[in-house]
């Protein structure tokens, strides 16, 4: 069974551009949630869909959005980067997205220069 | 903002030795969940362990809860220079559907 897959897995982008990220959750899992990781924050909660509805939300700005398709794959999109969007984005999908298990995927590294 | 707290942050111990993490939170929660990093890569799944267990295995790994205390730990026994990662809890909170809730994490170094 594969797991989740991120794509990609690096990424170098210049302020004041935009950018898209991509996750494909476990087959069969409905639930897809993102994460930021940075040194200085942790790991903090960015938004999570289940079929193709944003379920819940983190305190993030307006310039992180996300989607969900039928299939289950999610997006992320971050329009004008700044310099402190340079982080870990880690995707986790679950069955569910309630009282279940989450498997993460190993991240997209975004560079902001 | 981060719900947990890991305990120690940083742990250096021999191989064969087991290592202890300690991880407090501060709501009730449904579940918790224990990962692993290496060096900034993605989150492994180690083991859930829920509100209404106390303690589970899985190989070399044992978990305790103690929902009374808010408290959890991870037991990594006989570790290998391979278990040498970042080790993370998280928690979905009653009041928080399906949002996690990260600590800071405890990085392990073993050393052969």
């Known amino acids: 069974k594969a797991g989740v897959t991120q794509t990609p897995r690096y990424l170098i982008k210049t302020r004041g551009q935009q950018v898209t990220l991509s996750c494909s959750p476990i087959?069969?899992?409905?639930?897809v949630s993102w994460y930021q990781q940075t040194p200085g924050q942790g790991l903090q909660f960015l938004f999570e869909?289940?079929?193709?509805?944003?379920?819940n939300k983190g305190n993030f700005p307006g310039r992180f959005s996300g989607r969900q398709f039928s299939n289950s794959r999610s997006e992320m999109n971050v329009s004008t980067l700044e310099l402190g969007d340079s982080a870990l984005y880690l995707c986790?999908?679950?069955?569910?997205?309630?009282?279940?298990?989450?498997?993460f995927g190993q991240g997209t590294r975004l560079t902001v220069v | 903002s981060q719900q947990g707290e890991e305990d120690p942050q940083a742990l250096s111990i021999q191989e064969g030795e087991n290592a202890t993490m300690n991880c407090s939170y501060k709501?009730?929660?449904?579940?918790l969940q224990w990962y692993r990093q290496n060096s900034g890569r993605g989150l492994v799944h180690l083991i859930l362990i829920r509100s209404n267990e106390r303690e589970k295995h899985s190989g070399r790994l044992r978990v305790t809860l103690d929902t009374s205390k808010k408290s959890s730990s991870l037991l990594i026994t006989a570790s290998r220079a391979a278990d040498t990662a970042s080790y993370f809890c998280a928690t979905d909170q009653e009041t928080s559907g399906s949002r996690l809730t990260f600590g800071e994490g405890t990085q392990l170094t073993v050393n052969p």
């Open positions: 869909y289940f079929s193709e509805t944003q379920r």
């Open positions: 986790a999908s679950s069955r569910t997205g309630f009282k279940t298990e989450a498997f």
């Open positions: 709501t009730s929660i449904n579940n």
């Open positions: 087959s069969g899992h409905r639930s």
